[in-house]
Structures are given as structure tokens and as C-alpha cells.
């Protein structure tokens, strides 16, 4: 079965950090490029993250640029979403998301999120 | 930034077609994909590239674009088929992945 497993959200104070872990199986992890995507708690889905099959080209939405880092290791088969300097508007359901084959901007496979509330 | 505009709510009554539209600047021209969220539950892809759809996902869901308009039509609708749907295309400026604001269908 494929499988994205999300893990490591918790409760942070504003200016902290947290890692969060995606966890791939059931299939070639190295032949597909990655995402995370959050939603804010009655929001909508916002795109904050990308990273390649290489795991040398990354990309981030403005939001997160310079606070959050992507990147991947293929031994664990998974993708990591280090998170600093952490705000209250950052509180959000945070999914991990497969890129569609040769087309790195659809996202066919999601993990079940994990949450992150960042509170005063 | 290219923005997305969807209805907040769409309702139907069980059988009928719901049609739910994503509007942008010349969408037409760009590739447009759809996920259906049910409550509580991770976002799952229904639509790809304006008309594709994943193995698995019923023929009753489809879905169109062109001009200012992209649209997700699905037919004969059923209570599972209540969700948040969510448009979404490629940005080449500004952040590169955008979601319309999402459309709330109501099965009646």
C-alpha cells in the first residue's frame, strides 16, 4: 500500500522550532519529488514547500522562505520540514504530498497531516 | 500573485449535477487540478491537468477548462460525494503552487 506517514507536530512558542517527518512506503521513494502543504484551521490549502527526487533543488511559498527547510533522505525514505522561527500564523495541519510523476506540481498521494500550534 | 476564486458553498440534491467553478485570469491556459476533502480527512486528488482522472476515481467526476473558468462537474451525486473541493494551478511568478479558496458542496 502507498503510504505518507506525517509526524512530529506539537506545541511550539513563537521564535521556536520543530521538525516535522514524512515517512514514505509502498513504493520507489528516489523517483518522486515531494511537497508539504498546510491548513490553517478552517482555512483553505496552502502550498509552503518542494524538493526533487535529488534532493538538490528545493523551492518554498514567500510565507516560510528563510524560516522553513526541506529535504529528504533516501535511506530512511523520508522527507523532513525543518521549521524555525516560528509564528502563531504558522499553526496548521501540515500534510506531506507525493508530486504526480513527471509532473512535479500535482500532488497524488497525502499523507493523514500532523498539527503544529504555535501559542503565546 | 495569480489568485483562484471558487464559491464558498455549491449544494445539490442527491442524484442531481453539481457543478463547481474555479475562476482565474486565462486559466484556459494553464493546467488545472482538483482534490476533494472530506471532513477530517487528508485532501485526495479527483482531477488532474483539466480532465484527467487518478486510477480509481469514478467517471462521474470530470472536469473542464477554458477561457476564465476551469470546472468540476460530478454527476449523479451521491452523500459521499459531500466535501471541500479545491482548484489548483502552477504560478510561474510568486509562490509556485496556488489553491483556490475552496467550495463547500452540500448534498441535500
Known amino acids: 500500500e502507498v503510504l505518507l506517514v506525517e509526524s512530529g507536530g506539537g506545541l511550539v512558542h513563537p521564535g521556536g522550532s520543530l521538525r516535522l517527518s514524512c515517512a514514505a512506503s509502498g513504493f520507489t521513494f528516489n523517483n518522486y519529488d515531494f511537497n508539504w502543504v498546510r491548513q490553517a484551521p478552517g482555512k483553505g490549502l496552502a502550498w509552503i514547500s518542494y524538493i526533487t527526487t535529488s534532493g538538490t533543488t528545493m523551492d518554498y511559498a514567500d510565507s516560510v522562505k528563510g524560516r522553513f527547510t526541506i529535504s529528504r533522505d533516501s535511506a530512511k525514505q523520508s522527507v523532513y520540514l525543518l521549521m524555525n522561527s516560528l509564528r502563531v500564523e504558522d499553526t496548521a495541519v501540515y500534510y506531506c504530498a507525493r508530486s504526480l510523476g513527471a509532473n512535479p506540481y500535482v500532488f497524488d498521494i497525502w499523507g493523514q497531516g500532523t498539527m503544529l500550534t504555535v501559542f503565546s | 500573485s495569480y489568485v483562484l476564486t471558487q464559491p464558498p458553498s455549491v449544494s445539490v440534491a442527491p442524484g442531481q449535477t453539481a457543478t463547481i467553478t474555479c475562476g482565474g485570469n486565462n486559466i484556459g491556459g494553464k493546467s488545472v487540478h482538483w482534490y476533494q476533502q472530506r471532513p477530517g480527512q487528508a485532501p485526495v486528488l479527483v482531477v488532474y491537468?483539466?480532465?484527467d482522472r487518478p486510477s480509481g476515481i469514478p467517471e462521474r467526476i470530470s472536469g473542464s477548462n477554458s477561457g476564465h473558468t476551469a470546472t468540476l462537474t460530478i454527476s449523479r451525486v451521491e452523500a459521499g460525494d459531500e466535501a471541500d473541493y479545491y482548484c489548483?494551478?502552477?504560478?510561474?511568478?510568486?509562490?509556485?503552487?496556488?489553491f483556490g479558496g475552496g467550495t463547500k458542496l452540500t448534498v441535500l
Open positions: 489548483q494551478v502552477r504560478d510561474s511568478a510568486g509562490d509556485r503552487v496556488v
Open positions: 491537468a483539466d480532465i
